[in-house]
């Protein structure tokens, strides 16, 4: 059974970094496709950022310029990298990989 277990959630305020992290109990080598979702309170789960295997990447609208997905496949993580924080920010966030396997969610607040 594949265990996919993010981390780096937390309170920060506007403007502020966090680095959130996805740990994969196999080889994150073996998927296509690599992503992490958000889903604010009362609104659907959306993408943040997309990651394929063969280094692509693809950026919600709203996030584009201030996040960043990256991964490392020798420690089977997958990062992102949330730079430029807003309110807005406000969600749970959810790694996902390939478009089966979901973590459980770590939470992020953005507030002064």
């Known amino acids: 059974q594949v265990q996919v277990v993010e981390s780096g959630g937390g309170l920060v305020q506007p403007g502020g970094s966090l680095r959130l992290s996805c740990a994969a109990s196999?080889?994150?080598?073996?998927?296509?496709?690599m992503g992490w979702y958000r889903q604010a309170p009362g609104k659907q789960r959306e993408l943040v950022a997309a990651?394929?295997?063969?280094?692509?990447?693809n950026y919600g609208d709203s996030v584009k310029g201030r996040f960043t997905i990256s991964r490392d496949n020798a420690k089977n993580t997958v990062y992102l990298q949330m730079n430029s924080l807003k309110p807005d920010d406000t969600a749970v966030y959810y790694c996902?990989?390939?478009?089966?396997?979901w973590g459980q969610g770590t939470q992020v607040t953005v507030s002064s």
């Open positions: 996902n990989l390939g478009n089966w396997y």
């Open positions: 196999v080889s994150i080598g073996s998927f296509n496709n």
């Open positions: 990651l394929t295997r063969g280094g692509s990447t």
